[in-house]
């Protein structure tokens, strides 16, 4: 097992990011970080690696593509910076390419095979679990049929648990905590509150929106039995207009709080459709602290909306503060405050895989993945070779006005962010694994 040794990084924001990156190249270098870094290496020469983000930047969650692009762009401009991919023959940057699947499985293989055919070996992908299984069946495919043009999987958001469980592949690595991980969290706060009865389940028609629903209700009866579901329902994803009638059936169902694995555009035109009818109601969500979530909910939100990440800016520290400055200023429009942590350091850490390796050939990355673990200074975390599930910490996060405590940071412009209220070390979020990894 592999292990990147981080350099612990300080409150300014310029020696943080330094220090993270010069602990890549240390990493890559077979080193262990000992101080902080004075100045950049330099802009790397070698050929760039190209990595393909395989996502619907059109359609109707074209927001949420849009933000995966900007986390991921950071990522790679952040590994440049500081010298690029050192393999065998020299360093390398990284490039991203932005291909546009319009949110469809059907799009997202004819983009895949025109990765292939311009030989980029890493494929990003996470806007959809859906898409993201019919992805790995189609590397699976590939990669035996052509093992000089194989490719792998990046995985930053697509939660179905089957995809690191019974349908694990050796060609797919997931970086964030799958919808069982985070359903475990989610419901640990939800035991605490005995003000809640009664539970009505809404998400989206397809397969992570049923796996939200279903593990909410086995997680609900091990940790809650005396909660009573009094609604379990799902709609088209992408399609619904106007939540109205939604919001009506859980305000005439009695429910106390609504569990939602909904995300982009559907999530934000349900809570605002929400605040438009006034439902007193709170809402136990995946995603409910970002894409216009909290501007559309506004006061209605205040100590109703509870989100689970793997950060959020309020996590606290200094290390942690200055990330989310040095990307904020990186992207200072308050649209585009939207950061992903999981999403840069899954780049950080595929760089760092590549320089252990001292080679681009994505066999000897996946590999080097295998088991590899990183610190930045706030977020440890693995990537557990049995599964290629990474384990890193939890956070259930409430909504409430920037300024009080706990809300130093808004999210997007909004004036309202988030406070901890329940924080999971890496080691308490480890979930089963049913997965047999086939290796080549």
């Not at 849009?66 to 010298?83: I, K, M, P, S, T």
């Not at 991980?181 to 009865?197: F, Y």
């Not at 799902?234 to 919001?247: C, Q």
């Not at 939100?301 to 959020?312: S, T």
Request: neutral net charge; hydrophobic residues 45%; proline residues 5%.
């Amino acid at each position: 097992m592999m292990m990147a040794k981080w350099q612990r990084v300080t409150a300014a924001a310029v020696v943080a990011l330094a220090a993270i990156s010069m602990a890549a190249a240390a990493y890559a270098a077979g080193e262990t970080a000992s101080g902080p870094a004075s100045k950049p290496i330099g802009q790397p020469t070698g050929t760039p690696i190209q990595l393909a983000l395989i996502e619907g930047m059109s359609g109707p969650f074209a927001n949420a593509g849009a933000a995966v692009e900007r986390n991921l762009r950071f990522g790679v401009e952040q590994v440049n910076a500081q010298g690029g991919v050192k393999l065998a023959d020299g360093a390398h940057p990284l490039e991203l390419v932005v291909l546009d699947s319009k949110g469809s499985a059907e799009e997202a293989l004819v983009q895949l095979r025109a990765a292939a055919d311009r030989h980029i070996g890493y494929i990003m992908q996470g806007n959809s679990s859906a898409v993201a299984a019919a992805l790995i069946g189609a590397i699976d495919k590939q990669n035996s049929r052509e093992p000089g043009n194989r490719e792998l999987f990046l995985n930053y958001s697509a939660d179905d648990p089957a995809l690191t469980n019974a349908n694990c592949s050796f060609w797919h690595f997931r970086f964030d905590a799958h919808a069982g991980m985070r359903m475990d969290a989610l419901v640990d706060v939800i035991q605490r509150d005995k003000a809640v009865k009664k539970v009505y389940l809404l998400n989206q028609d397809y397969s992570f929106g049923h796996d939200v629903s279903s593990l909410a209700r086995s997680t609900l009866a091990t940790k809650r039995p005396d909660i009573a579901i009094v609604g379990d329902e799902f709609h088209p994803i992408g399609r619904v207009k106007d939540f109205a009638p939604y919001i009506a059936k859980i305000r005439a169902s009695g429910a106390d709080a609504v569990i939602t694995g909904n995300w982009g555009n559907d999530l934000t035109l349900l809570v605002k459709a929400a605040r438009e009818q006034g439902l007193d109601t709170k809402f136990y969500t995946f995603y409910g602290n970002s894409l216009g979530a909290p501007a559309a909910l506004g006061d209605a939100g205040v100590k109703h909306v509870i989100a689970v990440a793997d950060w959020h800016p309020n996590a606290g520290g200094a290390a942690s503060d200055a990330w989310y400055a040095a990307f904020r200023a990186r992207f200072p429009a308050a649209q585009d405050d939207y950061p992903v942590l999981r999403m840069p350091l899954m780049i950080e850490t595929l760089a760092a895989a590549m320089s252990r390796a001292g080679s681009a050939d994505p066999t000897a990355v996946a590999r080097a993945l295998e088991g590899i673990k990183f610190d930045n200074g706030f977020h440890a975390s693995w990537m557990r070779a049995d599964d290629h599930q990474l384990i890193q910490p939890l956070y259930v996060m409430e909504m409430d006005k920037a300024g009080t405590p706990g809300v130093k940071f808004d999210n997007e412009g909004s004036g309202y962010g988030f406070r901890t209220v329940l924080a999971l070390p890496p080691e308490r979020t480890v979930p089963p694994t049913v997965c047999k990894m086939k290796r080549p």
